[in-house]
Nanobody, 121 residues
Framework: EVQLVESGGGLVQAGGSLRLSCAAS????????IGWFRQSPGKEREGVSC????????YYADSVKGRFTISSDNAKNTVYLQMNSLKPEDTAVYYC??????????????WGQGTQVTVSS
């Protein structure tokens, strides 16, 4: 069974940083895509970033380019999202999700429980 556990959320002032972690289990961590998504009240879920193990490709939403960095540690079966220069509009519940064909453009079938990120102004 695929399991994803997010951690690292919290309250931070605007301009600050947080690093989210997504610990994965239940699948071979050598052919996957892990995406980070976020959702705030009254808004649709938004794709934030994705990393594909097949070629190391990374993708970012325009709203976070230059501020967020996604990375993976295959030895720890963990994907990270380093978030710098945080803005109040980054406030949301952040979810990680897995796509086991290694393609960020395909449907993500497994989701974590989410971690709250709150950025104060």
């Amino acid at each position: 069974e695929v399991q994803l556990v997010e951690s690292g959320g919290g309250l931070v002032q605007a301009g600050g940083s947080l690093r989210l972690s997504c610990a994965a289990s239940g699948f071979t961590f050598d052919d996957y895509a892990i995406g980070w998504f976020r959702q705030s009240p009254g808004k649709e879920r938004e794709g934030v970033s994705c990393i594909s193990s097949s070629d190391g490709s990374t993708y970012y939403a325009d709203s976070v380019k230059g501020r967020f960095t996604i990375s993976s540690d295959n030895a720890k079966n963990t994907v990270y999202l380093q978030m710098n220069s945080l803005k109040p509009e980054d406030t949301a519940v952040y979810y990680c999700a897995a796509q086991l064909a290694g393609d960020c453009n395909e449907r993500f079938g497994s989701w974590g429980q989410g971690t709250q990120v709150t950025v104060s102004s």
